[in-house]
């Protein structure tokens, strides 16, 4: 008859033999779950990094087209003083429109 201890530490030994033995399997699952997860979170920061980027890039761009639009037509007197004023107007016209 086996005593409690025996038994117990045959146990041990089998899911320590299972274990190893099934190491190039579980070691797969395991690796390939960091991996899914790790991709997932980089692909969320790359998201956000590319929308902070395109916001950044859009007040740029309007930031340019409003301080340096250089058109040379005759009734825009040559001058980018006229977009940006027109631009203003504009922008407080639209604001103005918005909160009533």
Same mark, same amino acid.
């Given at each position: ?6 038994? $117990? $530490?045959? @146990? @041990?030994?089998? %899911?320590?033999? =299972? =274990?190893?033995?099934?190491?190039? /399997? *579980?070691?797969? %699952? ?6 899914? %997860? ?14 902070? +980027? +395109?916001?950044?890039?859009? #007040?740029?761009?309007? #930031?340019?087209?409003? /301080?340096? *639009?250089? !058109?040379?037509?005759? /009734? ?5 003083? !006229?977009?940006? =004023?027109?631009? #203003?107007?504009?922008?407080?016209? %639209?604001? #103005?429109?918005?909160?009533?």
């Amino acid at each position: 008859m086996q005593t409690r201890s025996s038994n $117990s $530490s045959a @146990t @041990t030994a089998l %899911i320590a033999v =299972l =274990l190893v033995l099934s190491f190039p /399997f *579980w070691i797969g %699952i395991v690796g390939g779950l960091f991996g899914l %997860i790790i991709g997932i979170f980089g692909g969320v920061i790359g998201a956000i990094g590319g929308i902070i +980027g +395109g916001i950044l890039g859009a #007040i740029g761009g309007l #930031i340019g087209w409003i /301080f340096d *639009w250089n !058109f040379h037509f005759p /009734f825009f007197f040559g001058h980018s003083s !006229f977009f940006t =004023l027109v631009a #203003i107007i504009l922008l407080v016209v %639209i604001l #103005i429109k918005t909160r009533k």
